[in-house]
């Protein structure tokens, strides 16, 4: 039987997104530091304590409405271009997933394709243009296999970035100098699907074995 996964899940995922981003806001901010303005980790612990506040407080029942309401918090509490891409991301996900209780692996592989598509149009970048798509665009498709795939997809497209020149957002001010520089973006996009990874693997609490 193909598995589903329900609205605590995507919660769950989420919840460890933010501590993930947490512990390793320093490493994000120092990465923008080099090609950018020091304030990815910031930005994004910022956004993500907002998600998991939300969430926490009035848990959405459905697998859509958690990505939607993640979404809708990012694009309001971050300032940076990642808030609103990484915003834009998750709402567009969970529109796309809709209003079912439940949903397979497939399904939010599907709904993360178009997703990432959003964030495409959004931004005007595409993959070796040294951004979060660098990372997310393998993702989506590793995680057609399973979730370590995705998450493996991810960080093999963080890694990539460092010999690319960036040709979207602040890092493509600085032309030729960006090479060299893993991407900070990417790299978060990384922690997601590493967090997604671990979310997969946990058992849920009081779950029967
Ligand atoms: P800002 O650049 O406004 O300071 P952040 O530092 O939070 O925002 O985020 C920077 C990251 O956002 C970059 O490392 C890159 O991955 C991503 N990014 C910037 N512009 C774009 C874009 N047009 N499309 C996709 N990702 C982008
Ligand atoms: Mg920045």
Redesign the pocket.
């Known amino acids: 039987m193909t598995e589903t996964f329900g609205a605590d899940f995507l919660v769950r995922w989420l919840t460890a997104a933010a501590g993930v981003v947490d512990r390793e806001a320093d490493r994000l901010t120092e990465?923008?530091s080099a090609?950018?303005?020091a304030?990815?980790g910031a930005?994004?612990r910022r956004g993500f304590a907002a998600v998991t506040a939300t969430l926490a407080k009035e848990p959405p029942r459905t697998p859509g409405a958690v990505l939607t309401t993640a979404g809708r918090e990012l694009i309001s509490t971050?300032?940076?271009?990642?808030?609103p891409?990484y915003g834009t991301l998750l709402r567009r996900t969970g529109k796309t997933l809709g209003e079912g209780a439940r949903v397979t692996r497939q399904e939010l592989a599907e709904a993360l394709g178009s997703g990432v598509t959003a964030?495409?149009q959004?931004?005007?970048?595409q993959v070796g243009?040294?951004?979060?798509?660098?990372a997310l665009v393998p993702a989506v498709d590793g995680l057609r296999e399973s979730f370590a795939a995705a998450r493996a997809a991810a960080e093999a497209g963080a890694l990539a970035t460092v010999p690319l020149r960036?040709r979207?957002?602040?890092?493509s001010y600085l032309g030729e100098r960006s090479e060299g520089h893993q991407?900070?973006?990417?790299?978060?996009?990384a922690l997601l699907f590493a967090a997604l990874d671990e979310t997969a693997r946990t058992p849920r609490a009081g779950a029967a074995s």
Request: proline share 2%.
């Open positions: 990465l923008d090609i950018g303005d304030d990815h930005n994004l971050v300032g940076g271009a990642a808030g891409l964030v495409s959004l931004g005007g970048a243009d040294k951004t979060m798509l660098d960036a979207k957002g602040r890092a991407d900070p973006g990417a790299t978060s996009s």
